[in-house]
Structures are given as structure tokens and as C-alpha cells.
Antibody, heavy 124, light 111 residues
């Protein structure tokens, strides 16, 4: 059973860069999925941050694009999130998840499994 | 800015039927938006229930069904159980911008 686990600092200072890693229990390249990050501020809804393919191809939410970098390390079956110039508004639970695949040109929005999520607080 | 709108809250009696909807600020929701539905219980990660309008995951109970209804995506729960009390989120894809947008969520109370 495929499992994902987020890791990284739980506290980041304002203006600094938030860095998280997601470790996948299986091979990140064995199936043609996009992997990605979703966040949820305390008491609020979900926001898709971005996606990465094992080839390194990425898609980002335009609202965050100028500050986000998602990368993949296939040798470690990991993908990572960097969010720069953080503010208190970036305080959230950050989830990594297996997102989408494509079958005969049709997107399959699988969005499963998810990691358990990690709370990142932006505060001085 | 693209906005996906859901009912903030709904209440249903055990055994009853309820429909949650998901609307797009850009117009009618169609198959090209690949509408999906998620259930989230307190302290847990969301769990996917429905993808691409009406396709169920292997773990999705039969009482959950997805459809397009009046220009919106819809999630219907028939024969609601107490354990269905949760927050439900819809998700739409905006292909032109290659953007996935979640709705604000519907808090479903079973009472």
C-alpha cells in the first residue's frame, strides 16, 4: 500500500523559505502520476499549490507561482516544496499527495493517497 | 480570480438524502472540469470519494454518487449514516490555466 510522509520544519520565520519533503513508500516513477502539494490554513479550506511529474515537469497555482518551487528526486522517491518569502498567511497544514494521471489523453484526477499532513507555522 | 462555490453547511437526518453542489464562477461545470469530491473528518487528511463527475474509488460507499446537475457538479448521499458527518470539498480543473481549484467546502451535519 502506497504511503506518503511529509517532513520539514514546523516553524518558519517571516520572509524566510518554507521547505518540505514528501517521501513516497513506493517508486515515484513506476506509474505515470503527477505528485503534488496541497495546503489548508487552520479552520479553512484546501488550496492546490502545485504538481510535479517524475521527469521534473511542473505546474503551479498562479497565485503562488512567483514563490513556489516543486522538485523531484527519483533516486530517493521524494519530491519537495519550497515556498519563499513566507508570511503568516502561509501558516497551514501542508499535505503531499499523489495527484493525477492520464489515460488515453484523459486526465484522471486520482488525488490519493495523501500524507498525514504537517503543520507549518510562520512566526518570529 | 476563479472561484468554486459550495453550500457552507447542510443538515440531514439519518437515513435521508442530501445533495451538495459545486459551482464555477466561469460558468457551467462540464466534464472538462473533471469534478471530484473529497471527504474530510476533523484531524484527518481529506479522502477522495468521486472523480471525473461520477467515478467512485474502490473505498467509496455505494450511497455516495456524483453527477452534473443544472450546470453544477453534485454529490448525492442516499441513506445518510452518522459517520457521513464531515466536511466535503469539490475540486475542479481549469485546463486553460492548468489549475486545480477546491471549493470552500460544505459542512454536513447528520442530525
Amino acid at each position: 500500500q502506497l504511503q506518503l510522509q511529509e517532513s520539514g520544519p514546523g516553524l518558519v520565520k517571516p520572509s524566510q523559505t518554507l521547505s518540505l519533503t514528501c517521501t513516497v513508500s513506493g517508486s515515484i516513477t513506476s506509474s505515470s502520476y503527477y505528485w503534488g502539494w496541497i495546503r489548508q490554513p487552520p479552520g479553512k479550506g484546501l488550496e492546490w499549490i502545485g504538481s510535479v511529474y517524475y521527469s521534473g515537469s511542473t505546474h503551479y497555482n498562479p497565485s503562488l507561482k512567483s514563490r513556489v518551487t516543486i522538485s523531484v528526486d527519483t533516486s530517493k522517491n521524494q519530491f519537495s516544496l519550497k515556498l519563499s518569502s513566507v508570511t503568516a498567511a502561509d501558516t497551514a497544514v501542508y499535505y503531499c499527495a499523489r495527484l493525477t494521471t492520464m489515460v488515453q489523453g484523459v486526465i484522471i484526477p486520482w488525488f490519493d493517497p495523501w500524507g498525514q499532513g504537517t503543520l507549518v507555522t510562520v512566526s518570529s | 480570480q476563479t472561484v468554486v462555490t459550495q453550500e457552507p453547511s447542510l443538515t440531514v437526518s439519518p437515513g435521508g438524502t442530501v445533495t451538495l453542489t459545486c459551482a464555477s464562477s466561469t460558468g457551467a461545470v462540464t466534464s472538462g472540469y473533471y469534478p471530484s469530491w473529497f471527504q474530510q473528518k476533523p484531524g484527518q487528511a481529506p479522502r477522495a470519494l468521486i472523480y471525473s463527475i461520477s467515478n467512485k474509488h474502490s473505498w467509496t460507499p455505494a450511497r455516495f454518487s456524483g453527477s452534473l446537475l443544472g450546470g453544477k457538479a453534485a454529490l448525492t448521499l442516499s441513506g445518510v449514516q452518522p459517520e457521513d458527518e464531515a466536511e466535503y470539498y469539490c475540486l475542479l480543473y481549469y485546463g486553460g490555466a492548468q489549475l486545480w481549484v477546491f471549493g470552500g467546502g460544505t459542512k454536513l451535519t447528520v442530525l
